[in-house]
């Protein structure tokens, strides 16, 4: 099955900085990568996705982008806020039927 | 709210016992997924329904977790004879009838098995 990875675990970062943080998955037929924000006690929420047929998305503060040939994609958030303090997780399917899975998480704090 | 429900939030049970979990989808969504999440991990992909048919419970953990969607609308996960590693959060989600791939989940039915 697909396996995917996450780095790093925590990623502190001084408000208005960026943050980056990377993905790699094992399955070349991989086709959808959607990136989770979980806050604290929440659900988790999707705040953007990408799909292979495409390199690169972004929306307001946050960029996704994708490699398909080193099979790793990428969040970026620019001008950190401290409401972006959460976890992140990253994933990944194939097909249409969205059996997402997931990375193992990164805890972004936000120092103001 | 019109979001996806799970019920309970919280069950503490002891070692041995059966537990069920219930989950209400955003209506008019047809897929529904079930997750699991323990501690410091992402959500772990259990078992999905499109409407009433049950289209992969490989996943499932033993043969001792089951799931069941009777009508298309709301789904039960029933896990028998619990386990202290069955302790996590159980997460459910639903996508739409015209799926674009976002899930969209409950607040999850937290399970500590004593």
């Known amino acids: 099955g697909e396996n995917v990875e996450q780095h790093p675990s925590t990623l502190s970062v001084q408000e208005g900085d960026s943050a980056v943080i990377k993905c790699t998955y094992s399955d070349s037929a991989s086709n959808y990568f959607p990136w989770y924000k979980q806050e604290l006690g929440k659900r988790p929420q999707l705040i953007i996705d990408i799909r292979s047929n495409v390199g690169e998305k972004k929306d307001q503060r946050i960029a996704v982008t994708l490699n398909k040939t080193a099979k790793h994609f990428s969040l970026h958030i620019t001008e950190t806020q401290p409401e972006d303090s959460a976890v992140y997780f990253c994933?990944?399917?194939?097909?249409?039927?969205?059996?997402?899975?997931f990375g193992a998480g990164t805890t972004v704090t936000v120092r103001a | 709210d019109t979001g996806v429900s799970q019920d309970p939030r919280h069950k503490i049970t002891k070692r041995g016992q059966n537990v069920t979990f219930r989950c209400d989808p955003i209506s008019e969504h047809n897929r529904l997924y079930w997750y699991r999440q323990t501690l410091g991990q992402g959500p772990e992909f259990l078992t999905y329904f499109q409407n009433e048919a049950q289209l992969e419970k490989s996943r499932l953990l033993s043969d001792r977790f089951s799931a069941e969607r009777p009508k298309g609308s709301f789904s039960t996960l029933e896990i028998q004879r619990t386990e202290q590693g069955d302790s996590a959060m159980y997460l459910c989600?639903?996508?739409?009838?015209?799926?674009?791939?976002?899930?969209?989940f409950g607040e999850g039915s937290r399970l500590t098995v004593l």
């Open positions: 989600a639903s996508s739409r009838r015209l799926n674009t791939g976002e899930l969209f």
């Open positions: 994933a990944a399917s194939k097909g249409n039927d969205y059996k997402l899975s």
